[in-house]
């Protein structure tokens, strides 16, 4: 990556476009609104809160005013906030605000942190009145996501008179190169199950197995790994045959419990993204529709189990969608899925973080096809977790 | 292929952006709309002139509304029509005499509003109510009443509210602002003062009464009609901890002290938080202000003309005809039809329909800067204001969707944890309370979708409850 020159491609660096589009909704309205206002800027990581700390002071600076911080590095500061607010003193060049601090969720100390601020804004909250006839300029708070549900709580008098909430929710995975380009929503990457190294052994073993009662299901389970390994070496014709023979094979079984229902979904799952592969999307479609439906009443009797499955199968139902260029209804199947990842995202992080990553990357690709606005929360919630994870990890 | 804004949009840009900012409008502002004085609309602010100008010495009404449906604005339209009458009209902020995230009790609230009586009339018509004005005044008696206790209990231990007290008295305490910010000294009045409350009462009463007649001769008028607004009192909510404790303590004022809230000579006027209808159903009647009924209370929501006609009228005084033309476009019906789109996700609540057009006005530059205005601007200026609603707990959403399914609050009971619930609901505007000769409540346009997909999901985990 190459060093950034200007507030801005740092910017882009770290967030993307997208990004930076939000950003300028806050910034607008230090051109087009005059007097006080109360912007609320939401973003993931301290960093990217000062780029935009400076940039705004850049903003105003050609304009002849300055930002002023009123700073909340501690906890008390947040505590303390409307005392420290109204002993500020407002100078003729004052052209904004600037306070709040962004504590991820993943801080040791976030509880603390939260009922500082919840402190800090319910005071702030009885003096709406006070504060709007105190600053003739803007007042940015920021911080990070979870802010504006205890902003909405704790202040709700406050949050009534917000002049706008930003979230700058950053771009997953590599920028896009040029507008407009054909995206393909790769169902591949929610394929489910281990893949065997040299599948025709796999399948080899397998053969032993058939016609044998009692044993569909260990044979269900060498013929998906058959496929997935046939899968990886692109050979897809041979892929389909290993899932769809798994497929019949436990649809046969009339299974009592979630366990074989979730091989039969899988087999369903994998054979979908096959026939997708082939072209035969139609076909593609009903099993990757079938697939879900199976894992959705999994997930119902063993949620812990069975959810991750069910998101698999929203990601490789939308990817079908996409392909056929109904993209707005790929991206409420993607929603879904990210919408049942989440709490397991929460819990167990770097488990489901690569699939939480996919659903995310698909679901932005297949809204920005079908023109529509991203839900900026939803995304925003996993890229937290993606966020804290990174930063977690030593830089190589 | 893109265009860019030439100065003369920008301007125009601007000068909309700043006409759709959000603030009480007082009484004559070229911006007001009088959407509640419409004949298909409700006018509590009428009712409330009616009552007032029916009751000849005094009376007490209470008024609600929720947050951003123009109850400043209102409250100040009253203010100004009954001044037009020949009403001295005083009026005073609640919060800034009372804590608006702790309980409150009669002895305080007593006090702050005899306080804020006194400064109003003093203000308005140049007048002291007395040489000392009520803080001394209440300072004297309370010094008196303290000292008298003392004197006959000798033995009076340090840590008694009498003892303490007239320590802090002495000491040179601002009663004023002790009442506001120091919940120890307001507990030990309290409970200093709890037996002794006709007293205070009545040395209220005495306070208020002088303040009526040194107004009525300041003006030279002896038959001078006084109402006090005594507003923002329904901000009075605690934070998460201490919330219930709070929504009781208002509760109590209300239900045991209705008649010790009444002044002498007065015409008052108390904003309340809509919620005691909840807590206190038919206990008493509160005019409540509702947001602009832009649907009909039927299954399907049909379209209620009226209301969009109110909003239409508002939004086009604050863009001019020119200005909209401009901005959604030259061709008939067209333009309309764009802005309804954003009038239809408002909810008929007054502050959410300046925020989506606002938000619009601020998407135009950096994303689409063309004029007219482009669909997909208007798409994702809905998008963003729907964001700002989420996220919604699973819980809540099963809730909300009841409430769009009844049409009322699908309150389960009056305890304090449900009404504190639903009255973070209607706070955030998730639900919005509408009238037609009768009160209804419904969800938000905005989150309708999502309610409803949300209440179908089936529970995958509860800890998704935060």
Known sequence: MTQAETVEEEFLQIYGREAWTDWQRLLVHFDLGEGFAFLVLLLPGAIGAKICQRHLSEHLASKGKRLAEVACEWRDDARRLPERLFNFEVTGDLGGVWTGSVVPDSDP????????????????????????????????????PWLQALLREAAPDLWSIRTAVVSVIPSLGPAESSEGSNVQIEPGRFLKGEAASDPDYTLEQAGRLRGRPGMESTLARLLLRSGNGFYEHARYEAAEECFREAAETLAQLAPSSAEPRGDWAASLNNLAVMLSKLGRREEALAKAQEAVRIYEQAAQARPEAFLPDFARSCGVLGSILGSQGRYAEAAAVFARGIRALSPLLRK??????????????????????????????LLGQVERVLEELRRAKPSK | MRMALNPEQERLLKRVYQSLADRPLEPGDPFYEPIYQRPEAEDPVAMLKTRISRTDVESLHLFSGFRGTGKTTELLRLGAKLEQQGYLVLYANALEYLSGSEEVDIVTMLMAVAGAFGEQVEKKTGTAVSEEGFWRRIGNYLSKTTLEVSELSPKLEIGSPARDILGELKAGLDLKVALKTAPSFRQKLHDFMANRLGDLKREVNAFIEEGVKAARHAKGQPDLQVVFLFDQFEQIRGSRSNEQAVIRSVERQFARYMDTLR?????????????????????????????????????QRSRYPGGWRSFQDAILKRFTEEGFRQIFGTSPGAGQQMADKLIAQSGGHFRDLLR??????????????????????????????????????????????????????????????????????????????????????????LIREEVEALAKLPLPAKSRKQ
């Open chain 2, 356 to 445: 989506l057009f606002r938000e619009a006005i601020a998407l135009v530059g950096p994303w689409r800067p063309t004029l007219p205005i482009t669909p997909a601007v208007l798409e994702r200026a809905v998008a963003n204001i729907r964001n700002e609603f989420r996220p919604i707990a699973d819980d809540d959403a099963r809730w909300l969707a009841e409430i769009g399914r009844r049409r009322d609050t699908a309150l389960p009971d009056s305890s304090p944890e449900s009404v504190g619930r639903l009255s973070s609901f209607l706070d955030a505007h998730l639900v919005l309370y509408l009238a037609n000769g009768e009160g209804w409540y419904d969800i938000h346009p």
């Open chain 2, 263 to 299: 002044l002498p000579l007065v015409h008052v006027i108390y904003t309340v938080p809509p919620w005691l209808q909840f807590v206190l159903p038919g206990a008493f009647s509160i005019e409540i202000l509702p947001c602009v009924r832009l649907w009909e209370n039927d299954r």
């Open chain 1, 348 to 377: 167990l992080p770097k488990v489901f973080s690569d699939l939480a990553a996919n659903l995310c990357q698909s679901y932005t690709e297949a809204v920005r096809e079908a023109g529509m606005e991203p839900d900026r929360v």
């Open chain 1, 109 to 144: 100390e976030i509880d603390e942190w939260r009922k500082a601020w919840r402190w800090g804004l319910a005071s702030l909250n009885e003096r709406r009145n006070p504060l709007q006839r105190h600053f003739s300029c803007p007042l940015v708070l920021v911080g990070d």
